[in-house]
């Protein structure tokens, strides 16, 4: 299968540790196409950057994702992944949405592990919006400036190992979520190490995409995630005014 | 007081309907600046389409929120809200939110009306992020096709109001929410023919926005509304990259 | 417009605090009658307090508000708050319905910082009744004996301002509450010193009023809020009495 | 043990009915002393009436209190128990509490059968104020005019065992409480013929108040039950100011 | 009336801990037969030890429950107390569950104290079952080897005080529930020490039966507490089998 | 990979059923080995029913594990699930908790289609234990007989249909959840003719399998999900007593 891994966010050296923990996650006969934001901010920890995120993210999707059995948006907190799940035909995931699952199937409560204090409420609100607040341990997050937002597992090494640490001794946690782009494959890393399961969304992602593949399940033509009903658009970027226009089509003949 | 009200969509005559009923709401003295969304969608009904009017609210707000003392982002569901909320210095209102809480004031449990059956579930997840679905007793909508966007109260007009009365019968509604920009001004017609106190959005903005001005609360610098903290940002509309970046100065020297 | 604020405690020096931040908060035109309770206890921790200032506030409302366009229980807490909107003709408003109201178009999440420890459980009670506590980041309150109701501000000013820094820092905080009448006028003098916006209830309470009267949304003849079923009575003070008899007949008749 | 039944309202008829049920109820050894709220409203179905009700019941418990081992408000909905329950140096029960907790020994969701529509929005609130709205499977009610207070188990019989029967069949009850003093003992009638267990308010609270004098589990000198900490009172009647006065002198010389 | 207690767990020495304070508990009337689990473990701290109590619970029970009026599973965290009440004509009860009810009726909200720390997450779910999360102030427990499962309230006596008083210091309890069989009968010697009312599990369960003995709110024909629906059956244990058998054909002919 | 699948209920016929859908998703290189419950019921519907399949799978799964790289419980509703993955070493999944985090993959709001109208009440349990019950748009089940539990998608196909249909007409389902292992594989038959995603137990169960078993995230040293701690044991049988007392020595050994 096809799966396109899009970094919302502008940051290549990022786009570079998600493909390479995309790589080591993927299954055999599975190719990932990599793509980073062509505008926005560096790493998304509040709502406003999100939201920038969630436009680049549909754009580059509106651009790149034909041809894909599957499109990830890799960026902790999935923005823009709901609205992508309404016009794309193929199933569209997220690093937070996909890292829930993964842990919803190892324990009963996880602690979501941080790169910032800022963006910790930003998480939660996500971890409300997919309803999973009561499974929801503790967000523990990095206290300090971040150098260089490539090398935050280098820098912060210690630091992230004792926010995990804390979370099982301290908050109850039964499964560890890393989260963030920027920790991609440190789970992998740390896994041996702690006292309970350890995902991150990179691989969780990678792995949910294949599947849903397998499962082949269908797609929406009616409910909340049926391509939106027509109605007239105006000054779109033509490759995302061209994906709205087909999804209304597509629902249109449903 | 200045109050800048963004329609995130493009339909100019709907612009036109919130203009009409923000003038009818405002207090002698509140001077009111209507733009349209340069580009996006006729009316939101998705999240999609929600996702493109924050952004298209975002920008229309870099471009004109200075010289403001609040900006009402005028469409139910607050696209882009609590976004805006984050970069901008003055109080940010949106319809959803301000219906709410005048509703909260009248009584303990709403019902919405709602102008599609799709729109209904992104409502609802609104509603779920304010944390209020505990006092939602039905959103209800209407169920024909809209034949235009700005007739909507002509067109079906004993439709909604046969809604109306139905949520107050059988599902316990102590008040009323006319939902979307393309109802305003409907609760104040209605206010004497209906059974229970009603409310809509955009009357309910402006005048919230009055209250929070006269209240003078103060602004955030620290907590999750502060302006989000410095970093790298590329190929951003002019406007919006300045409003992120003002954003960021005013945080870093707070 | 004119309204009525009644203290439902017994302090004539509250009754001035009250008065004296109303008045700072009301906008041109808005005229306040201040009544203090003529029984009751001088500030209300507990329920059993909260039962009494209840019925002591609906005693003053029976013979007050005639002539008055809306009325606030100028207590946190609300108390008789839901019980006189059944029967007066007029919005009626409380101190912690307004606040919340106020504090909810600021930001996602709030703390209550309150004069007692014994206060906190019945403020955790009604932020519950009032199906927000999963927007209440924590409730703080001083320690230490109060020696005098209406000194508490300036007896406290060091250790107020601690536990509005401590929510923010230690409890994610967006928003900060100062509660209870004896604090009114606290919020407006540290807006300033303070790192997120900070609220009242009685200008909440007064500005919320003003809204209200501006939107004139209706009143209710159906639902939970409309007047009281006409049944017979027995006992009760004359006004209180008359005001039960008004809204009975005022409900039969609609 | 000697039990005191308080209806919080005027109506002896009522009272009576309490009374038979109460004394169907109660074990051998347990004496009970009955009194009628000499002021209030017939019935209680809003929150206006359930506050006169609170305030009645307290002056009741006041006066006659001393000298027994528990005290019961009779009336579904419990007004004024929470406030009682500070203030009285012996358990305090109340109808609705008391049926809850039967309920929830016999089976996960209860409905409600209450004898009005008005009254349902004030029953939900008070299950939502006891925290058990998640096991409520609905409230159901009739919907006709009562002519006696007193008739109504022989007015609406076959109404009422229809409600029941609907509850279980369509809202998946798997127990049903017979709420409010009028239907005092219909339990004790239908047990037979009803598909589900079924318990109601009096003769609940009576075999609950006998449960807890045998637990002898101590009272509450910390905690937001213990005695309203002392501040001035005035103008409370007589017994009413007795009894808060013991109350904060007990609670002193905890 | 004549009660089985069953003990899930394999210690003879806690059973006469139990069987010691039922004594204590009953009404003179009230018969109690006790019974150890022929297999299982000690005493049940996780899921797993949880599912063979249940399992051995309700073996026991299909033995012995058989001319008595209620049957007690006597173990916290009620395993197979669902399970039974299916199958059984008489009321079942739980420790959790009746201590829960207890408390409840004494004030908003509970502490309890546990045994060991991997107890806790047990209990909390159970709680969660139990719908009750809301009023649970906290779990609070020993953190120390425990030498001997029947000695545990002499060796720890000091720091289980120490965990109760933390709970109504810290938590904000207004009740304690001291959980678990081996502190069966502590309760009853704190009572006067704690400043809140303090319940335990087994004497609640033993009242709490005479209180729906007393009832006779009927059985369930209906509703998801009826009879399992008649199907073909397998290899169980004669009794258990028979119990299955006699439940399925007094659902038939229901 | 190696899969263990359990049907914890007696019925040779569906576990054909389970085993027919398993092999068709499963991916090649996955192995899988069938086992029956040697003892118990045909099916399950009720508490007591999961008890003793949770039993039984416990059994099964002590004698079968070992060699294995994941153990599933094929029976909705999971019996057994979270206590066998307190004991074994390698992931347990199951059928509703697989199905749950698929669905979850797919769209906001699910319904479930189920066999029985009995059923409906542990599978809101089974859901509620997860924590996403805000997500569950509803439960729907046939009503009729099931003449023979192997044959109930060709007995009811119309019916099953039709209950899918309204549930994403009236209920507002996003994805479509078909429950038990007796539907097992029919997700895959009506996936085209569905106007919404639908997904069953058993295929996502073995994906999920798979995707951890990629994923290798670590096992459970601490936390609730750790091996219980040793205590004594008597009269399990030898299998099972075993499996308890190896993950007694692994935890020790941690």
Redesign the interface.
């Known amino acids: 299968m096809r799966i396109l891994v899009i970094n919302p966010n ?2 290549d050296s990022v786009t570079a540790l998600i493909g390479s923990e995309a790589a080591r ?1 993927a ?1 055999p006969g599975t190719q990932l196409t990599l793509r980073t934001a ?6 998304i ?8 995120g ?2 680049a993210a ?1 754009n580059v999707a509106a651009e790149h994702a034909q041809g894909h059995d599957a499109v990830i948006v890799a960026a902790f907190g999935d923005p ?1 992944l ?6 794309l035909p193929m ?1 569209v ?1 997220g690093l937070t ?2 890292a ?3 842990a ?6 996880f602690s979501i592990i941080a790169i ?1 204090q ?1 963006i ?3 998480y939660r ?1 996500v971890v ?5 607040e ?2 929801l341990a503790s967000i523990r997050a990095l206290d300090r400036p971040l150098a260089r ?1 490539d090398g935050i597992q280098e820098d912060h090494s210690q630091a992230l190992l004792a926010l995990c640490e804390r979370a ?2 301290e908050d ?4 560890l979520i890393l989260a963030g782009a920027p920790l991609a494959g440190l ?2 890393q740390l ?2 190490r ?6 991150d969304g990179v ?2 992602a990678v ?2 995409a ?3 593949h ?13 391509p ?2 027509a ?6 970027p033509p490759a ?1 005014a061209a994906l ?1 226009q087909d ?1 209304q089509a597509r629902g249109a003949s ?1």
């Not at 709901?82 to 016009?87: S, W």
């Not at 702690?194 to 995902?199: D, G």
């Not at 109605?231 to 779109?236: A, E, M, S, T």
């Open positions: 502008i940051s996650s299954s062509p505008f926005g901010v560096a790493y920890e509040t709502r406003f950057e999100a939201m920038v969630a436009y549909a823009g709901a609205a992508l799940r309404e016009v199933p995931l949405e996909s829930l699952a993964s919803c199937l190892l324990g009963p409560r910032s800022r910790q409420a930003w609100e409300h919006a997919n309803g999973l009561g499974r937002i099982v001794a109850g946690a039964d499964v789970a992998r896994a041996g702690l006292p309970v399961p350890v995902v691989s969780s792995r949910q294949e599947m849903l397998g499962l082949q399940p269908g797609s929406a033509r009616r409910g909340s995630m049926a939106p009903p109605k007239p658009q105006r000054g779109l995302l709205l999804a449903a």
